[in-house]
């Protein structure tokens, strides 16, 4: 169990330097963030169409606001 705590705790900072890194390039070229959704609909059309299960606070405490996570969970998962 110890090993899996480690990687889910590594994992959380590897997708905080990411979203940081992303969020960065959009406000640089003027890009609102959200399109990260318009991209993957365009290439992975249903990925986010059915409810699924997700690691809600890990994904919090990576970054994800409550609204990016509902719409990758495709359900009630925060308040908003």
Request: aromatic share 12%; charged share 25%; proline share 5%.
């Amino acid at each position: 169990m110890d090993a899996l705590h480690r990687i889910v705790d590594e994992e959380v900072a590897h997708v905080q330097k990411g979203d940081f890194w992303f969020r960065y390039a959009c406000d640089q070229n003027g890009i609102d963030p959200n399109c990260y959704f318009e991209i993957i609909e365009i290439y992975y059309p249903s990925t986010f169409k059915k409810p699924r299960n997700i690691n809600v606070k890990g994904r919090q405490a990576s970054g994800f606001t409550c609204k990016e996570l509902q719409q990758i969970a495709h359900k009630p998962v925060c308040d908003s």
